[in-house]
């Protein structure tokens, strides 16, 4: 089974940074698309930022300027850069991926989630 873990999450004061890191594990052929996204207590989860394997990224307008996604091919990793940290990026933050897998000689496609990482930003 395809399993992603994030990890980097914590409590930051408003205007600091905080970088996530995304790991998937498993039998991985490849990883197309990778994302992540949050969910705010009350609120529906929301994209953040996403980046395929050829490198292209669309960002979220309320991190755009603020945050910086990248992904290492070779590693199956994805991160996610934050500063200038608000209040209102206060969330539980999932890492989403694409991902083609081999498993008992089956060949899977699906779309993966981590179980979250929680980032509080105080005001």
């Known amino acids: 089974q395809v399993q992603l873990v994030e990890s980097g999450g914590g409590l930051v004061q408003a205007g600091g940074s905080l970088r996530l890191s995304c790991a998937a594990s498993?039998?991985?052929?490849?990883?197309?698309?990778m994302g992540w996204y949050r969910q705010a207590p009350g609120k529906q989860r929301e994209l953040v930022a996403t980046?395929?394997?050829?490198?292209?990224?669309n960002y979220a307008d309320s991190v755009k300027g603020r945050f910086t996604i990248s992904r290492d091919n070779a590693k199956n990793t994805v991160d996610l850069q934050m500063n200038s940290l608000k209040p209102e990026d206060t969330a539980v933050y999932y890492c989403?991926?694409?991902?083609?897998?081999?498993?008992?000689?089956?060949?899977?496609?699906?779309?993966?989630w981590g179980q979250g990482t929680q980032v509080t930003v105080s005001s």
């Open positions: 980046i395929t394997s050829g490198g292209s990224i």
């Open positions: 989403n991926g694409e991902v083609t897998s081999l498993n008992g000689g089956n060949f899977r496609r699906g779309s993966y």
């Open positions: 498993g039998s991985i052929l490849s990883m197309t698309g």
